[in-house]
């Protein structure tokens, strides 16, 4: 890479030497000089010059200038208000501009306290006003989503908003209608703002226009505490800032880490928080009692019942992990019941194994992408949206984006990522020359299939990606800490696995866990059931003894995402049961194991073993990345035999597991309207040939199962595919019919 010429620029006589072309808001900021703004955010693409509240005054040009607009010249000579009369008094003009029509209504809004209107008026602006007008008012607030509201008078048009919404998450939903005097911002023919990032404007909004419908009047900033913690709803580990009021979790915002999320989250994540309070939470052990149904007890005795059914199974044990433990979490039951009780069966989540340590990059890497590759049957917006945005990034950049899959630029069968994989590595393929010849390329497998990343792995070296900085690949995987809780649960013995027959016990550990069918297949199966669950409504019926779970945010300890970087979490609020570590630690106790019922003593007995010997001190708010590791020997890799494929009559079935799904989002009242409609996806011919179109009622029918859901047309997917979202497709087959109903 070229160095960049640098070019020394002078800010309020103090110098900055920066490499040319740098904005000027950045250049002042290394002079320690503030340049206010209100539009300028580099995150959103060029700046519009909107607000005029960065006015500065350059020498050799007559008038005041949009600093936000300018890049560092070498000699250039700024004056901010901090020096300049002249720009002082432009933007004491501005502020007095905008404040004609923006209500004083500080006291009772939300952004009250952490706004920078009030804060930039505080210190550029006017101290009286000489409105004696009344200022101009709207029907308030406006809900432009169950999430969003809107109050109008508020706005100040610096078209942040409506820049997210076109350019980074690309929904184009928020628009800003009319001109002039009458500009104001909407959503798009007045529907509600339904899309994955939506709530990224609400933090975006220099002013209270855009809030949180879950946080209006719920605290003020001299009331909160905000604990820095990351999301582990999805593999991606946003970093976050989980405010809290009383003991209660009221928003999460983003804590900005550049390589992982860059300040977005999905709505997911800012807002699925309120499943802490969902009615049905379990707060104490419950019992079945025969013939009773289920009782609940004291923690003295749900020990007694654990340690009972533990002795009585002895190492005929299986243990389903949900792959969102803590590490820690996942590492005490682990010493338990392989290092105490020889209980090495597990079912644990599906993730990528060290195959593609080798080709470890940030997540950042994919924006100065020029090549993405995505394979695999599953959007990557449902998996982990924020590849996403990443991948939007590279795309603006110039990068050429190839999906491989059902519905890809590069149609490929279901279930054939594999193959996909083999065939861009194989001599005759265009995309993978294109790979092979990139010096910045990103490979991503976005799919089911427990070996995805061995084949990426696979991919990659055939690909010559070995000693290539730029070149990397991900492996987008289901749950938020797989690899985690794998390398936790290996970490506690080296000891293989034998699966019992007939299994004594089954211990289904977390939410996800309980709600897998195939989890729900073991329990028939097993003579008993342990269930550590949050909710109500997951379990209790099915298992035996059922132990209160907790959430995220009411966990200490670390988590490992998707890049394999391991962050810490914060408990941001008090679980309302003991949690986990705390209650295995004195179930271990009575088989004479020593567990510490804390985080970071378990994580020191751990990390030598599975994480270098690092100390969870180090793990630090702002996690790094671990090096790459040395290219390794790959593992065998497996063929899985092709599912059945559609014979034109028949239709082969796409589940997939949405976003918006599972236990937390089912419990918050604000997402449901996220949720995915009843609908199964149809290609264009095959809805043809059935004379189906979009938006009529089809029955979906395989082996005596049928489901009525909502047809709708994807034009990008494969003919004899049809997609139906996991809660959708119930016991639905491989092989469907669709017909009208
Ligand atoms: S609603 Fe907020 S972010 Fe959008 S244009 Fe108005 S002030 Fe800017
Ligand atoms: S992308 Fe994933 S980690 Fe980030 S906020 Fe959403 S659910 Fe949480
Ligand atoms: S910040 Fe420069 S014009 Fe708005």
Redesign the pocket.
């Known amino acids: 890479m070229s160095t960049p010429e640098l070019v020394t620029v002078t800010i309020d006589g103090r110098r900055a030497e920066v490499a040319k072309g740098t904005g000027l808001?950045e250049t002042a900021l290394q002079a320690g000089v503030e340049?206010?703004?209100?539009?300028?955010e580099p995150r959103l693409g060029p700046?519009?010059?909107?607000?005029?509240?960065?006015?500065v005054e350059i020498e050799g040009m007559p008038k005041l200038q949009?600093?936000?607009?300018l890049t560092a010249q070498d000699g250039m000579a700024v004056r901010t208000a901090a020096t300049s009369e002249k720009a002082a008094e432009g933007q004491n003009a501005t502020l007095e501009f905008i404040l004609v029509n923006h209500p004083l209504d500080c006291p009772v809004c939300d952004k009250g306290g952490e706004c920078p209107l009030q804060d930039l008026t505080f210190r550029y602006g006017p101290g009286n006003t000489r409105m004696i007008f009344p200022k101009r008012t709207f029907e308030k607030p406006i809900p432009i989503s169950p999430t969003i509201a809107l109050d109008r008078e508020r706005c100040i048009l610096?078209y942040r908003c409506t820049r997210f919404s076109e350019s980074v998450a690309g929904d184009g939903q928020l628009v800003a209608r009319n001109r002039g005097a009458q500009s104001a911002i909407a959503t798009f023919e007045d529907e509600p703002y339904r899309a994955p990032f939506s709530g990224n404007v609400i933090e975006l909004c220099p002013v209270g226009a855009l809030t949180s419908t879950q946080y209006r009047f719920e605290a003020r900033p001299w009331e909160i505490q905000n604990v820095p913690t990351v999301c582990a709803m999805c593999p991606v580990g946003c970093n976050v800032s989980a405010t809290t009021r009383e003991g209660k979790v009221k928003r999460i915002v983003s804590r900005n880490h550049p390589e992982v999320d860059e300040g977005w989250l999905c709505d997911k994540g800012r807002f699925a928080h309120s499943h802490l309070r969902a009615e049905d939470r379990i707060t104490e052990p419950l019992l079945r009692v025969r013939r009773r149904g289920f009782s609940p007890i004291g923690w003295d005795q749900a020990l007694d019942e654990a340690e009972r059914l533990l002795r009585g199974a002895g190492s005929r044990i299986v243990t389903a992990l949900s792959g969102s433990e803590t590490v820690e979490g996942a590492y005490g039951l682990a010493r338990l019941l392989r290092g105490g009780l020889g209980a090495h069966s597990a079912v644990l989540p599906e993730e990528a194994g060290h195959a593609l340590d080798a080709y470890r990059l940030p997540l950042s890497a994919i924006r100065d992408a020029e090549l993405v590759v995505v394979v695999g049957d599953d959007p990557v917006s449902e998996r982990a949206p924020i590849v996403d945005l990443w991948i939007r990034a590279a795309q603006r950049g110039g990068a050429e984006l190839v999906t491989a899959g059902p519905s890809g630029t590069l149609l490929a069968a279901p279930g054939s990522a594999a193959q996909v994989c083999r065939d861009l590595a194989a001599p005759g393929s265009e995309v993978g020359r294109r790979l092979r010849e990139s010096a910045r390329a990103i490979l991503i497998w976005s799919g089911q299939g427990g070996q995805g990343g061995a084949h990426l792995a696979a991919l990659a070296r055939a690909l010559g990606f070995d000693g290539k900085e730029g070149c990397g690949a991900f492996h987008l995987p289901a749950t938020p800490n797989g690899r985690g809780v794998a390398a936790a649960w290996a970490a506690a013995s080296d000891e293989e696995a034998e699966n019992p027959e007939p299994i004594s016990l089954l211990i289904v550990s977390g939410d996800e866990a309980a709600s897998d069918p195939n989890v729900r297949a073991l329990a028939e199966r097993a003579e008993a059931v342990l269930a550590i669950t949050m909710f109500h409504a997951l379990a209790v019926g099915w298992a035996d003894l059922v132990l209160p779970a907790t959430s995220y945010l009411e966990r200490d300890g670390t988590t490992m995402n998707l890049e394999g970087r391991l962050q810490r979490l914060r408990r941001a609020v008090m679980p309302p049961a003991p949690d986990e570590l705390a209650w295995l630690s004195q179930l271990a106790e009575r088989f004479g194991i020593a567990l510490p019922p804390y985080p970071a003593l378990v994580f020191e007995e751990l990390s030598p073993v599975a994480f270098g010997g690092l100390a969870f001190g180090e793990v630090g708010e702002r996690a790094a990345l671990p090096p790459r590791a040395e290219a390794a020997p790959l593992p065998p890799l497996e063929s899985a035999p092709p599912p059945p494929t559609s014979d034109g009559h028949y239709l082969q079935l796409l589940r997939y597991r949405p976003l918006f799904s599972g236990a937390a989002v089912e419990r918050v009242p604000e997402l449901q309207f996220q949720r995915p409609p009843r609908e199964v996806e149809l290609s264009a011919d095959d809805a043809e040939r059935r004379r189906i179109s979009s938006g009529d009622e089809v029955s979906v029918r395989s082996n005596g199962t049928s489901t009525a859901l909502r047809a709708r047309l994807d034009r990008r997917l494969a003919p004899g595919v049809v997609r139906i979202a996991e809660e959708h497709a119930g016991d639905l087959h491989a092989l469907v019919e669709v017909v009208k109903a």
Do not use: D, E, K, S
Request: with cysteine; hydrophobic share 45%; charged share 5%.
């Open positions: 808001v340049i206010p703004v209100f539009c300028y700046p519009i010059g909107a607000c005029r509240m960065c006015l949009a600093g936000c607009t610096c």
